[in-house]
């Protein structure tokens, strides 16, 4: 069975940084692409981010590139999010989230129960 | 980037009924959508992919449809558990993947 958990979420300061894991069972994590969803509260989903499962290439919305940094540890199944210089509108629910596959298919067929971060003074 | 638009924004339906769901795209995204549910205090559930192709256990009421810019997700007769968000999502041309704003499918 197919499973995500994320975690690391919290309250942190404008500013601050925060890191999200996400521990994948149920599959062989290496070969698929993983990315982070988020939802900020009574808001619909955005895409936050991308990492290849083949050969590590990521990607970013604009609205986060060049504060958040999304890795990966195979020998570990998982998926992080490293986020800094936080912003109030990064407040949201991060989902982690499985690409269906094979092969960069870009949508997801399991996602992690989410993870709160707040960010406020 | 790609503009996705949901309509209605809410869709009040009686048990039983027929809903239909629309997604707009700004510019041709073939047939590369997928829709999603999610109920309250829940992850998103993937319900079709390419646009009319079911995800695995999804029951037969629910069908998708559409190519290009227009696309429709209809649940042919409304069950107690298909009351919630329903957003599509666009996976033709990226960064960024997009979403719509969602349709809320509420009990009439």
């Known amino acids: 069975e197919v499973q995500l958990l994320d975690s690391g979420g919290g309250l942190v300061q404008p500013g601050g940084s925060l890191r999200l894991s996400c521990a994948a069972s149920g599959f062989t994590f290496g070969d698929y692409d993983m990315d982070w969803v988020r939802q900020a509260p009574g808001k619909g989903l955005e895409w936050v981010s991308r990492i290849s499962g083949r050969d590590g290439s990521t990607y970013y919305a604009d609205s986060v590139k060049g504060r958040f940094t999304i890795s990966r540890d195979n020998s570990k199944n998982t998926l992080y999010l490293q986020m800094s210089s936080l912003r109030a509108e990064d407040t949201a629910v991060y989902y982690c989230?499985?690409?269906?596959?094979?092969?960069?298919?870009?949508?997801?067929?399991?996602w992690g129960q989410g993870t709160l971060v707040t960010v406020s003074s | 980037e790609i503009v996705m638009t949901q309509s209605p924004a809410t869709l009040s339906v009686s048990p039983g009924e027929r809903a239909t769901l629309s997604c707009r795209a700004s510019q041709s995204i073939s047939r590369n959508l997928a829709w999603y549910q999610q109920k309250p205090g829940q992850a998103p559930r993937l319900l079709m992919h390419?646009?009319?192709t079911r995800a695995t256990g999804i029951p037969a009421r629910f069908s998708g449809s559409g190519s290009g810019t227009e696309f429709t997700l209809t649940i042919s007769s409304l069950q107690s558990e298909d009351f919630a968000v329903y957003y599509c999502?666009?996976?033709?041309?990226?960064?960024?993947?997009?979403f719509g704003g969602g349709t809320k499918v509420e009990i009439k």
């Open positions: 390419t646009a009319s």
């Open positions: 989230a499985k690409d269906r596959g094979p092969w960069q298919s870009r949508h997801f067929d399991y």
């Open positions: 999502q666009q996976y033709n041309n990226w960064p960024p993947l997009t």
